[in-house]
């Protein structure tokens, strides 16, 4: 397939470039290629390039940013979505949009399926809503993939962020009360890949198995890393941050399972494969 691919040269961009490659022509694009704020720019450039399907890895994603820049937020997250599902729609392309768990409010006690209601407490969970509603909107053809608490290779991320501290720190303190799956972007794109094949369209959550809480999952980079750090837990409201997040994110995988596919190894089998690759 020919394969359109927004914010190539992101985290999880970087993954599914890897993935993809080895079997399928790709056009990777960036904001500075296709800026998909820009209507008009970005139905031409897809007319003009006829991908077989296009996968939207472009977003503002920096959480607290998107409470002070909300015209930022609404434009690329909600408008610039709008503006691929158009341009899809003109050629008859699926669309492969990636969510967030930012759009449930984080009050409830047990993992989010795919139709649960959705009530978005932050501006990036109410903007990456805006995008999600304009392709249910305008296509038929569309896998909206929500996924959580990302980590890869390239880019920013909690256990690089975790690691970096631990040189020139012998106590850390990370938040206890918020809890979700850390996914590894590997896995996603992977997973990505086995969706693209099929037309079993609509809403997905895609994660790695397993859950825990920010302080858990440090201690366990630590164990792994073999690294002698001091994680004292604290709550998410003495951790003060512009944007509220959603407390429990859990997101089961149930449309996923139901299609046939085999459930995403879990976190802790994930995360020492990070480790390893960036200890290499």
Not at 163 to 183: F, M, R
Not at 232 to 257: D, G, H, M
């Amino acid at each position: 397939m020919k394969i359109l691919i927004t914010g190539s040269n992101g985290m999880l961009g970087y993954d599914l470039k890897e993935v993809l490659r080895k079997n399928h022509e790709l056009i990777l694009t960036t904001s500075k290629t296709l800026d998909i704020t820009d209507k008009k720019h970005t139905i031409e450039f897809i007319l003009d390039k006829k991908p077989d399907i296009v996968i939207n890895a472009a977003a503002y994603t920096d959480v607290d940013g998107c409470e002070e820049n909300q015209d930022i937020a609404y434009a690329v997250n909600g408008e610039g979505v709008r503006n691929l599902a158009l341009a899809c729609n003109e050629i008859d392309c699926p669309l492969v949009h990636i969510s967030t768990d930012y759009i449930f409010n984080g009050k409830k006690d047990k993992p989010w399926v795919e139709d649960d209601g959705v009530g978005p407490i932050s501006i990036y969970g109410k903007s990456k809503l805006k995008g999600e509603e304009a392709i249910i909107e305008i296509l038929d053809k569309y896998f909206i993939v929500r996924t959580a608490w990302l980590y890869g290779i390239n880019g920013k991320n909690f256990p690089k962020t975790m690691l970096e501290l631990a040189k020139d720190h012998t106590e850390i303190t990370v938040v206890y009360d918020e809890v979700g799956t850390p996914t590894y972007t590997l896995d996603l794109a992977n997973g990505i890949s086995k969706l693209i094949e099929t037309d079993f369209y609509g809403i997905y959550h895609l994660t790695n198995s397993g859950s825990c809480s920010w302080c858990e999952f440090a201690r366990y980079i630590f164990e792994v890393a073999n690294i002698n750090v001091k994680v004292i837990p604290v709550t998410a409201s003495e951790f003060a941050r512009p944007a509220p997040r959603p407390s429990y994110s859990v997101l089961e995988n149930k449309n996923w399972i139901n299609n046939g596919f085999n459930p995403f190894r879990g976190y802790k089998e994930a995360i020492k494969e990070y480790i390893k690759r960036i200890y290499e």
